[in-house]
Protein backbone atom coordinates (compact mmCIF):
# COMPACT_ATOMS: atom_id res chain seq x y z
CA UNK A 1 0.00 0.00 0.00
CA UNK A 2 1.85 3.34 -0.78
CA UNK A 3 2.15 5.98 1.80
CA UNK A 4 -0.33 8.39 2.55
CA UNK A 5 0.17 12.13 3.53
CA UNK A 6 -0.80 11.52 7.60
CA UNK A 7 -1.65 15.16 7.98
CA UNK A 8 -4.04 14.97 5.17
CA UNK A 9 -5.42 11.49 6.40
CA UNK A 10 -6.06 13.61 9.95
CA UNK A 11 -7.19 17.11 8.84
CA UNK A 12 -10.21 15.17 6.34
CA UNK A 13 -11.04 12.89 8.69
CA UNK A 14 -11.72 15.83 11.48
CA UNK A 15 -13.73 17.63 9.15
CA UNK A 16 -16.59 14.96 9.91
CA UNK A 17 -17.27 16.51 13.36
CA UNK A 18 -18.69 19.15 11.80
CA UNK A 19 -22.28 19.15 11.33
CA UNK A 20 -24.60 21.63 9.97
CA UNK A 21 -25.24 24.81 11.56
CA UNK A 22 -22.29 25.02 13.45
CA UNK A 23 -19.57 27.90 14.38
CA UNK A 24 -16.07 26.11 13.68
CA UNK A 25 -12.96 27.72 14.57
CA UNK A 26 -10.73 27.20 11.89
CA UNK A 27 -7.01 26.32 13.22
CA UNK A 28 -3.90 27.44 11.65
CA UNK A 29 -1.21 25.08 10.24
CA UNK A 30 -0.64 22.56 7.44
CA UNK A 31 -2.39 19.81 9.07
CA UNK A 32 -5.59 22.17 9.40
CA UNK A 33 -5.01 23.32 5.81
CA UNK A 34 -6.38 19.71 4.39
CA UNK A 35 -9.35 20.37 6.74
CA UNK A 36 -10.57 23.49 5.21
CA UNK A 37 -10.10 21.73 1.81
CA UNK A 38 -12.62 18.83 2.98
CA UNK A 39 -14.91 21.61 4.72
CA UNK A 40 -15.05 24.07 1.23
CA UNK A 41 -15.53 20.29 -0.17
CA UNK A 42 -18.54 19.33 1.76
CA UNK A 43 -20.03 23.18 1.57
CA UNK A 44 -20.44 22.48 -2.23
CA UNK A 45 -21.47 19.48 -2.51
CA UNK A 46 -23.56 18.93 0.83
CA UNK A 47 -24.97 22.62 1.15
CA UNK A 48 -23.23 22.42 4.64
CA UNK A 49 -24.19 25.49 6.00
CA UNK A 50 -21.32 26.66 8.74
CA UNK A 51 -19.93 29.72 9.66
CA UNK A 52 -15.99 30.10 10.33
CA UNK A 53 -13.69 31.85 12.82
CA UNK A 54 -10.22 32.16 11.81
CA UNK A 55 -7.24 31.76 14.02
CA UNK A 56 -4.87 33.38 11.96
CA UNK A 57 -4.35 36.11 9.08
CA UNK A 58 -2.97 32.92 7.24
CA UNK A 59 -5.92 31.01 7.92
CA UNK A 60 -8.72 33.82 6.99
CA UNK A 61 -7.04 34.30 3.60
CA UNK A 62 -7.03 30.75 2.99
CA UNK A 63 -10.77 30.49 3.84
CA UNK A 64 -12.01 33.05 2.06
CA UNK A 65 -9.82 31.91 -0.87
CA UNK A 66 -11.94 28.51 -0.60
CA UNK A 67 -15.31 30.35 -0.03
CA UNK A 68 -15.91 29.20 3.37
CA UNK A 69 -17.90 31.94 4.90
CA UNK A 70 -16.81 33.53 8.04
CA UNK A 71 -17.99 35.35 11.09
CA UNK A 72 -16.47 38.49 13.24
CA UNK A 73 -14.89 36.98 16.73
CA UNK A 74 -17.28 39.88 18.24
CA UNK A 75 -20.35 38.71 16.30
CA UNK A 76 -20.66 35.45 18.35
CA UNK A 77 -20.81 34.41 22.27
CA UNK A 78 -19.40 30.77 21.28
CA UNK A 79 -18.27 28.61 19.03
CA UNK A 80 -19.58 25.00 18.76
CA UNK A 81 -16.26 22.58 17.69
CA UNK A 82 -12.94 24.09 16.80
CA UNK A 83 -10.08 22.28 14.67
CA UNK A 84 -6.74 22.82 15.50
CA UNK A 85 -3.15 21.32 14.98
CA UNK A 86 -0.32 20.83 17.14
CA UNK A 87 3.13 20.69 17.49
CA UNK A 88 3.41 17.83 20.25
CA UNK A 89 0.48 16.24 22.82
CA UNK A 90 0.83 14.41 25.57
CA UNK A 91 -1.00 11.15 26.95
CA UNK A 92 -2.97 13.77 29.33
CA UNK A 93 -3.93 16.01 26.27
CA UNK A 94 -2.00 18.30 27.28
CA UNK A 95 -0.57 20.55 23.34
CA UNK A 96 2.45 22.64 22.60
CA UNK A 97 1.06 24.93 19.84
CA UNK A 98 2.68 27.78 18.54
CA UNK A 99 5.12 26.68 15.76
CA UNK A 100 2.82 29.12 13.05
CA UNK A 101 2.88 31.46 15.91
CA UNK A 102 -0.52 32.28 16.38
CA UNK A 103 -0.90 30.55 19.44
CA UNK A 104 -2.42 33.77 21.42
CA UNK A 105 -5.61 33.44 18.77
CA UNK A 106 -5.54 29.55 18.68
CA UNK A 107 -5.79 30.12 22.56
CA UNK A 108 -8.50 32.89 22.67
CA UNK A 109 -10.68 30.94 19.96
CA UNK A 110 -9.85 27.73 22.03
CA UNK A 111 -11.44 28.85 25.02
CA UNK A 112 -14.84 29.81 23.73
CA UNK A 113 -15.16 26.41 21.64
CA UNK A 114 -17.30 23.92 23.37
CA UNK A 115 -15.28 21.37 21.81
CA UNK A 116 -11.76 21.26 20.50
CA UNK A 117 -10.51 18.82 18.05
CA UNK A 118 -6.58 18.66 17.62
CA UNK A 119 -5.28 17.03 14.25
CA UNK A 120 -1.96 15.59 14.57
CA UNK A 121 0.33 12.97 12.83
CA UNK A 122 1.55 10.46 14.77
CA UNK A 123 4.95 11.97 15.35
CA UNK A 124 3.48 14.20 17.30
CA UNK A 125 2.44 11.99 20.17
CA UNK A 126 4.76 12.48 22.72
CA UNK A 127 5.52 11.11 26.89
CA UNK A 128 6.26 15.15 28.09
CA UNK A 129 5.85 17.95 26.10
CA UNK A 130 9.04 19.73 25.35
CA UNK A 131 11.27 16.70 24.54
CA UNK A 132 11.21 17.29 20.22
CA UNK A 133 9.62 21.10 20.19
CA UNK A 134 10.66 24.35 22.31
CA UNK A 135 7.79 26.11 24.08
CA UNK A 136 6.66 29.48 22.09
CA UNK A 137 5.68 32.44 24.62
CA UNK A 138 4.40 35.56 22.91
CA UNK A 139 5.69 38.64 24.77
CA UNK A 140 5.42 42.19 24.22
CA UNK A 141 8.48 43.43 22.61
CA UNK A 142 9.45 46.23 25.53
CA UNK A 143 9.26 43.60 28.29
CA UNK A 144 11.73 40.87 26.06
CA UNK A 145 14.84 41.56 28.29
CA UNK A 146 13.16 41.12 31.36
CA UNK A 147 10.86 37.91 30.02
CA UNK A 148 14.04 36.47 29.04
CA UNK A 149 15.67 37.11 32.09
CA UNK A 150 12.50 35.51 34.10
CA UNK A 151 12.14 32.30 31.64
CA UNK A 152 15.96 31.96 32.49
CA UNK A 153 15.37 31.61 36.54
CA UNK A 154 12.25 29.04 35.59
CA UNK A 155 15.08 26.38 34.32
CA UNK A 156 14.29 27.75 30.36
CA UNK A 157 16.46 28.82 27.89
CA UNK A 158 15.10 31.17 26.14
CA UNK A 159 15.82 32.34 21.89
CA UNK A 160 13.96 35.00 20.26
CA UNK A 161 12.55 33.94 16.81
CA UNK A 162 13.62 35.77 13.90
CA UNK A 163 13.05 36.04 10.20
CA UNK A 164 15.18 35.08 7.70
CA UNK A 165 16.68 38.78 7.46
CA UNK A 166 17.54 38.49 10.96
CA UNK A 167 14.67 40.47 12.17
CA UNK A 168 12.70 39.71 15.16
CA UNK A 169 9.33 37.80 13.64
CA UNK A 170 5.84 39.41 14.74
CA UNK A 171 2.84 37.97 15.09
CA UNK A 172 -0.34 38.53 13.64
CA UNK A 173 -0.98 40.73 16.80
CA UNK A 174 2.27 42.94 16.59
CA UNK A 175 4.07 40.86 19.37
CA UNK A 176 7.55 38.40 19.16
CA UNK A 177 8.13 35.45 20.98
CA UNK A 178 10.68 33.57 22.40
CA UNK A 179 11.10 29.88 21.86
CA UNK A 180 12.00 28.12 24.81
CA UNK A 181 14.02 24.94 25.39
CA UNK A 182 13.59 22.84 29.01
CA UNK A 183 16.43 20.30 29.49
CA UNK A 184 14.08 17.28 29.91
CA UNK A 185 11.05 18.76 29.05
CA UNK A 186 8.26 20.00 30.95
CA UNK A 187 7.50 18.16 34.15
CA UNK A 188 4.20 20.25 35.33
CA UNK A 189 2.59 22.06 32.09
CA UNK A 190 -0.23 23.21 34.33
CA UNK A 191 2.26 24.52 37.07
CA UNK A 192 4.53 26.17 34.27
CA UNK A 193 1.45 27.49 32.59
CA UNK A 194 0.33 29.50 36.12
CA UNK A 195 4.20 30.83 36.63
CA UNK A 196 4.40 31.70 33.22
CA UNK A 197 1.16 34.00 33.30
CA UNK A 198 2.42 35.67 36.07
CA UNK A 199 5.39 37.63 34.23
CA UNK A 200 4.53 40.67 33.27
CA UNK A 201 5.33 41.54 29.46
CA UNK A 202 4.12 37.80 28.83
CA UNK A 203 0.77 37.94 26.40
CA UNK A 204 0.57 33.86 26.46
CA UNK A 205 2.47 31.04 26.15
CA UNK A 206 2.03 27.89 23.54
CA UNK A 207 1.01 25.36 26.35
CA UNK A 208 -2.64 24.40 26.03
CA UNK A 209 -3.80 22.58 29.39
CA UNK A 210 -7.21 21.24 29.36
CA UNK A 211 -8.29 22.78 26.59
CA UNK A 212 -8.62 19.31 23.79
CA UNK A 213 -11.54 17.15 23.80
CA UNK A 214 -10.54 14.96 21.11
CA UNK A 215 -7.25 14.10 18.81
CA UNK A 216 -7.65 12.41 15.85
CA UNK A 217 -3.94 11.22 14.67
CA UNK A 218 -3.29 10.47 11.24
CA UNK A 219 -0.79 7.27 10.24
CA UNK A 220 1.10 6.59 6.87
CA UNK A 221 -0.83 3.81 5.73
CA UNK A 222 -4.10 6.14 4.79
CA UNK A 223 -5.52 4.84 8.34
CA UNK A 224 -6.90 7.09 11.52
CA UNK A 225 -7.05 6.73 15.09
CA UNK A 226 -9.48 9.02 16.94
CA UNK A 227 -8.74 9.41 20.85
CA UNK A 228 -11.29 11.09 23.04
CA UNK A 229 -10.27 12.58 26.62
CA UNK A 230 -11.89 10.66 29.36
Not at 23 to 39: E, I, K, N, P
Not at 107 to 120: L, P, W
Not at 209 to 226: F, T, Y
Request: hydrophobic letters at 40%; one cysteine or more; charged letters at 25%.
Amino acid sequence: MPLQNPKEVAGRRAAEFVTDGMTVGLGTGSTVYFTLVQLAERIQSESLAIRGVPTSVDTERKARELEIPLVELADIGSIDLTIDGADEIDPDFNLMKGGGGALLREKVVAYISEREVIVVGRAKLVERLGTTFLLPVEVVPFARPVVARELTRLGATPNLRVTDPGAPYMTDNGNEILDCRFEGGIEDPAALEIALGRIPGVVETGLFVGLAHVVVIGNDDGSCEVRARP
